[in-house]
């Protein structure tokens, strides 16, 4: 609906859109003369398609990103929830069925809102939707024009969503389209959606979206499991594992097709998710250990697939930055290693998509959604003992993961090796996985303040395990380079390059020794007294 004095839609289904409609013109004729308009500017038909990202990271910031494609090309218009807008010149190479990133957008204020919230996500098409409209003039009894009728009839893949009005003043006659649009408004079967200087878009989004089946923010990299206190902790266990495997599905597709970087990226944290879940809090589903052995054994090796070409998006993300903070060498020097990135990337990611169309993989994830489904679906049988509850479930798993995190903790000193620290933060993702896992059960000021404390203490031992990692990595991938080397222009790797490498790796190792510094601190705002403080009030909101 282009914006205008007052915005309506006409309501009820399909079969009663016609006839609210000829009610509605049949109103301002009694009032008016209604002429059409053939000059009208929004007549005609156009199309506009709404893009975001598949985690809907403009909608969730009260954005709404359009392309609206125009003779020149088309536009990109931004709205804000406040009905502020920002317009791009016009875009040219634009499709409304295709994807694009933060640095395909036209410089202007459009890249400038959004560009640092979207990356590294690319932007999807959500929904297109065609419009018919047409203009009329509304007449006084002198037959002077004095305001404007648009009505739209907008349909998204050939079905028809509710038709749209909308009034625009004409300069010297304001009272004249007020009185238009509460005619409009008396009218049986029109609601209004909008006010003076309020956007619209956002109303026709909805509809689209759910004449083709889907609502906005339909996707989470969160756990949205529906479980209960009460629930059967079998039932309750198989509802977040089920969860997990949609989650882990809805992603395969983004990955196969390369889109960006966080489809792999989320697959990969519900696949951990689901390995934490079996160890954890899998022995609730009463599998024989056979099948609890076999699905363990599987989850692990679908995790050893994806590392690869994670571990390489990680660099090429960073390395912008990572070059940036050379001192001793130029950026230059290390083009010759991103394109060795570059190129390892495109192997291990033809390996990656390989797994994901195997028989293997198809029969995991099938296999596991029917054992799942069938143990979600199971009753209490008669004369059977009462299954544990899935809110004490969640005490006792969240009380052993915390305790398990505070004793090993503790026992670390400066002495320690790296490895206990490695070995700290597999135990803290354990105890942020049970966390998520029982979130509905819990109250949220107590799960924030409890995940809040942990998150610290995670990011620290995640900056000296990731350090650590990539120095490794940074020194194997030097040595693969080397054994390599024709490829770089006939000859062997750049001396500059290897010594740009060899400064990075200085670098991460400063940032390695300032996590290490940190660490006792972090671990005493998570394990002292306010922290177990906030955790005894979130264990006994869970035995509530």
Not at 19 to 45: H, M, R, Y
Not at 141 to 149: D, P, Q, S
Not at 247 to 271: Q, S, Y
Not at 341 to 347: I, N, P, S, V
């Amino acid at each position: 609906m282009t914006p205008g004095l007052a915005g309506f839609v006409v309501a009820g289904d399909e079969t009663t859109w016609g006839s609210a409609l000829d009610k509605a013109l049949e109103a301002l004729g009694e009032a008016f003369g209604v002429v059409p308009d053939p000059a009208g500017a929004q007549g005609g038909t156009w199309r506009r398609t709404w893009f975001d990202t598949f985690d809907w990271r403009l909608y969730r910031a009260g954005l709404s990103l359009e392309y609206v494609a125009t003779r020149r090309g088309g536009e990109l218009v931004l709205t804000g929830a406040a009905g502020s807008r920002a317009v791009t010149g016009p875009v040219t190479g634009w499709r409304a069925t295709r994807s694009y990133h933060a640095r395909d957008l036209p410089e202007g204020p459009v890249a400038d809102r959004i560009a640092g919230l979207i990356a590294p996500r690319a932007l999807l098409p959500t929904a297109t939707v065609s419009t018919a409209g047409t203009v009329a003039r509304l007449l006084n009894a002198e037959g002077k024009t004095v305001a404007r009728l648009l009505v739209e009839r907008p349909a998204v893949q050939d079905r028809p969503l509710p038709p749209r009005l909308a009034v625009a003043e004409v300069r010297g006659y304001p009272a004249q389209a007020r009185r238009a649009a509460r005619l409009i408004a008396l009218a049986p079967g029109i609601e209004s959606i909008a006010s003076e200087g309020d956007d619209t878009g956002s109303y026709l989004l909805d509809d689209a979206l759910r004449a083709i089946g889907r609502r906005p923010a339909d996707y989470s990299n969160k756990v949205d499991a529906k479980i209960t206190a009460g629930m059967p902790a079998p039932r309750a266990v198989a509802t977040i594992l089920l969860a997990l495997l949609d989650a882990l599905e809805v992603n395969v597709d983004g990955v196969l097709r390369d889109t960006d970087t966080e489809f792999l990226h989320d697959l990969r944290v519900a696949v951990r998710r689901t390995r934490a879940a079996i160890k954890l809090i899998g022995d609730a589903l009463g599998l024989p250990s056979a099948d609890y052995d076999r699905f363990a054994a599987e989850f692990k090796w679908l995790g050893d697939q994806t590392t690869p070409v994670r571990d390489l998006d990680v660099h090429l993300l960073d390395f912008d930055v990572m070059a940036s903070r050379l001192r001793a060498a130029k950026e230059d020097d290390l083009v010759p290693f991103r394109t060795f990135l570059q190129g390892r990337r495109a192997r291990e990611f033809r390996a990656l998509a390989r797994c994901l169309r195997s028989q293997r993989f198809t029969e995991l994830t099938t296999g596991w959604r029917a054992t799942l489904t069938a143990i979600r679906g199971k009753g209490r049988r008669p004369g059977r003992e009462e299954p544990l509850a899935a809110g004490r479930l969640a005490v006792e798993r969240t009380s052993q993961a915390f305790r398990k995190v505070s004793r090993r903790g503790a026992a670390i000193t400066a002495d320690s090796p790296p490895e206990s620290l490695h070995d700290l933060r597999k135990r803290c993702k354990e105890l942020r996985y049970v966390l998520e896992f029982f979130s509905p059960l819990h109250d949220k000021a107590a799960y924030f303040a409890v995940i809040g404390d942990l998150k610290k203490l995670q990011d620290c031992l995640g900056d000296f395990q990731d350090n650590e990692v990539q120095i490794d990595e940074i020194r194997a991938l030097a040595g693969a380079m080397l054994a390599a080397g024709p490829v770089f222009g006939g000859g062997t790797v750049p001396v500059g390059t290897l010594l740009a490498m060899g400064e990075l790796t200085a670098g991460l190792a400063a940032s390695q020794q300032a996590a290490r510094a940190a660490f006792e601190s972090r671990f005493a705002g998570f394990a002292g007294a306010g922290g177990q403080r906030h955790m005894a009030v979130l264990l006994a909101g869970e035995a509530q």
